[in-house]
């Protein structure tokens, strides 16, 4: 089977021929049909973060495809069905994250594409209590952006405790932020999209968001505060002055959620106006397959539209350069062939 792996940070990724991997006790295997690009498996194939894989490896963590061969012990699987595996790998399920709903806090985990093998590959490993029934109607090119980008920012918005009338500010309209736009949108706020590319502005409008903010040529904080303040600000945008910049647009009360993960961020928060504006900076990572199931039940109602470009797994690396480079449309999404 082919695979594109890691096998130095920094350095091309490499289309390898390798064996179809055997699953043990607990795991599937996984004829992968689509394979999405988030922009955290560019972090992964460049080192960026404190934690870093270990080369070779494939990156890759949202994928879909068909359960092909059952290890050992999986009888709430079978062979054929369509399943989508996302970062959260594998959990302990038995710390106090995991039995308080807060599997994506264990220490334990396993994260795909980054921890083990991941989806830039024909076929892949999947834990098959992690790995996430795909409801039928949902084609894997759509599943694909939402097994991250989606359950990503529809937790976010849970962890921002988004409520109907309040402003929300989606700092970045890509992978994400065009997905976040949508779900903001549908638990009833106004949403404030903010990019620095006119594609993305356009494609935010598009999906429904209600004030566009270029943060090339606007002041971000300013024009967030002329409507009041955010109540909510989500940073998906992979630039550290995009964080500072929307805090400073958030109303007294506001949460910032940091998401985006660039490589060494750091930002300043002013105490004096953190502890007078009573505002909160928070962290939000994945979600749990709980959170998964909802995004898809979403999907599956039609409320959400998934914007993604197909493209060849041989393309990988001129692909992470669409991405670096701002040339994608929201999402990249490696078509493997679709096994039905
Ligand atoms: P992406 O490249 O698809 O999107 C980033 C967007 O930010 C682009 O539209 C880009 O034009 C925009 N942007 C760049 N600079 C900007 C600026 N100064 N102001 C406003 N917008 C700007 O990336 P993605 O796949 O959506 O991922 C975004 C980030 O989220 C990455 O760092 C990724 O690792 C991280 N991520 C985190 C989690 C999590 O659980 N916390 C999950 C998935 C991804
Ligand atoms: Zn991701
Ligand atoms: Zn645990």
Redesign the pocket.
Known sequence: MKAAVVRAFGEPLVIEDRPDPEPGPGQVRVRVEASGL???D??AAHGDWPVKPSPPFVPGHEGVGLVEALGDGITHLSVGQRVAVP?LGRACGRCEHCLSGWETLCEQQVNTGYGCDGAYAEKMLAWADFAQPVPEGISALEAAPLT??GV?TYK?LKVADVRPAQLVAI???????HLAVQYAKIAGATVAA????DD?LALAAELGADLLID?RKQD?GEVLRSHGGAHAALA????E??FT?VRAGLRRGGKLV?????AHGTIQVPIFDTVLGGTSVL????GTRQDLAEVFRLHAAGRIGVIYETRPLDSVNESIDA??H?H?K??IVFDLGTGR
Not at 171 to 177: F, H, K, R, V, Y
Not at 194 to 197: H, L, Q
Not at 236 to 239: G, I
Not at 283 to 286: E, K, L, T
């Open positions: 988030c922009h955290t560019i972090h970062w991250c980008a990503t976010a700092s970045g309209i890509g992978g994400l932020g903010i990019d620095i590319t993305k943060a971000v998906l945008a992979v630039n002055a995009a910049a940091m998401v985006a993960l660039p962290g939000s990572i994945v991405v670096l701002g994608v929201a999402r």
